[in-house]
């Protein structure tokens, strides 16, 4: 080496070799530091670049696991890192960029349950693959490295750019990356490890469904749903219980009774249909609306609606007289559900209720079970609110579908007569044929309301 630094300030002069001289030392110095990282990461160093080289470069292999340390254009003292991995399923199929990202036309983004991971990184590839590899250790290495460096997978390499004093930390971590990335391992195991495991319930959920996509009779995957159908969280639970059907009643009607969560014991509800027993449906109503779970509510107000008995039209109306906004409505729809005449006299008062809504919602179901009685109520209504172009043809709806149930009616046989209010005629070729007016004496009316204990 000094024979070489004799020749060059032969050559050069004095500040030429001193410039050189310090160009070796930080050759050596940078070298050193690679080298050491290396070490930490347990790689061997196969190839370093002579210090002519124009960029300072070292290889490195760890089994499948080949990495690269080169000065990183562009960046002063910095490097990047590339770690490839041979074999699959490796780096070959993933994409992965950390946000913001601007993914090219035609890019479909894979999430995998974990919101703050998905929220960082933008990922590309096969799902199943894409959520078998990135469990939570994969994740947490891949989001503990952001902040010291700019990483992203792409053309099969993962790349990462940082500050060379990154490097001793950062490097073990992206070798451990592309050991897991390149250890054999059977990805349906990986997705069924996952669902049982995963801290995050969005993962578990994920990787249940992906199980039964990717390999729906298999006996991992029925083993991974019965699992799930005691995981802490209900969302898991609810999805595990439905796709298990009648062995997953038990947990469905626990569901739907639980407090737990509003959106899956409505989902609970939904999924039982008929198996849910009236008595537990109206049970879980009063609950629902102490705690004020609106989603449940509105779930066993259908249910009421499926049922379709006398006590469920009671029931219906009273929370339909009593509640306002949305759940109004939905007593209101789902009364106009139950093919049950007691529900025209709550119907008919309902025209008038104070939420515009509910007065559309009461209309829709006098159309599917009034009778003549409701004609001119319907009429009235719509003169009350014809500022309320929704109610407007909802009336008129209703009472043409009231007229098309007459005896002897067919299509444009139906009209309204001007003459006496809500006196319906059915014009036929062989004569006249015409319904009067329901007698008032013999109308029907709501009993009064309980006084308010």
């Known amino acids: 080496m000094w024979i070489l630094l004799a020749v060059i ?12 001289s310090g160009a070796l030392l930080r050759y050596r110095r940078r070298l050193g530091v690679w080298q050491l990282a290396a070490a930490s990461a347990r790689l061997e160093v196969e190839e ?3 210090p002519s080289a124009r960029r ?20 002063d003292a910095g490097i990047q890192v590339v770690v490839a991995v041979s074999g699959m399923p490796g780096f070959s199929e993933v994409r992965i960029h950390h946000e913001p990202w601007e993914p090219p036309p035609g890019a479909q983004e894979i999430e995998v349950g974990d919101e703050p991971f998905d929220n960082m990184f933008y990922l590309e590839g096969p799902a199943r693959l894409v959520c078998a590899l990135l ?5 947490g290495l891949l989001a503990s490295v952001t902040a010291e460096c700019r990483l992203e997978i792409v053309d099969g390499e993962l790349k990462a750019e940082m500050f060379e004093g990154h490097l001793p930390s950062v490097l073990p971590r992206l070798v451990t990356l592309g050991r897991r990335f390149a250890r054999p391992k059977e990805l349906i195991l990986r997705l069924a490890t996952n669902a049982r495991r995963d801290p995050a319930a969005g993962v578990r959920l994920q990787s249940l469904r992906l199980l039964v996509l990717e390999s729906p009779g298999n006996p991992r995957t029925a083993k991974a749903l019965h699992r799930a159908c005691s995981d802490a969280s209900p969302k898991v639970r609810l999805w595990a219980a439905r796709e298990l059907g009648a062995e997953g009643r038990d947990v469905l009607l626990q569901l739907a009774g639980s407090e737990e969560d509003d959106d899956s014991s ?6 039982l249909g008929p198996e849910l027993p009236f008595e537990t449906a109206r049970a879980i109503l009063l609950q629902a609306l102490r705690g004020r779970h609106v989603q449940t509510a509105r779930a066993c107000l259908e249910a009421l609606g499926r049922n379709g008995t006398a006590t469920a039209v009671e029931d219906l109306a009273k929370v339909m007289a009593r509640e306002k906004d ?3 409505v939905a007593a209101a729809q789902a009364l106009g559900t139950t093919g049950n005449p007691a529900a025209e006299p709550p119907l008919i008062q309902a025209l008038r209720h104070e939420t515009a809504e509910v007065r559309v919602a009461a209309a829709n179901g006098l159309g599917r079970l009034g009778s003549v009685a409701a004609v001119l109520p319907l009429e ?13 043809r909802a009336t008129r709806q209703a009472i043409a579908e009231i007229q098309s149930r007459l005896p002897g009616a067919s299509p444009g046989q139906l ?6 209010s809500g006196q319906l005629s059915l014009a036929t070729e062989s004569g006249e044929l015409s319904l009067a007016p329901a007698d008032p004496a013999g109308e029907l009316s709501l009993p009064p309301e309980e006084p308010e204990s």
Do not use: C, N
């Not at 300030?9 to 050189?20: E, L, N």
């Not at 089994?63 to 254009?73: D, L, Q, S, W």
């Not at 469990?135 to 994740?139: I, K, N, S, V």
């Not at 009209?415 to 006496?420: I, M, V, Y």
């Open 415 to 420: 009209s309204l007569a001007g003459g006496e």
């Open 135 to 139: 469990d939570a250790e994969a994740r």
């Open 48 to 50: 370093v670049s002579s």
């Open 266 to 271: 409505a989902q609970a509800i939904s999924a």
């Open 9 to 20: 300030g032969s050559v050069m002069g004095v500040k030429g070799a001193f410039w050189m």
């Open 56 to 75: 300072l470069r070292l290889a490195a292999r760890e089994g499948p696991v080949a990495v690269r340390i080169e000065e990183a254009r562009g960046l």
């Open 326 to 328: 949305e759940l109004a």
């Open 380 to 392: 009235e209504a719509a003169e009350s609110f014809s500022h309320g172009p929704d109610l407007v």
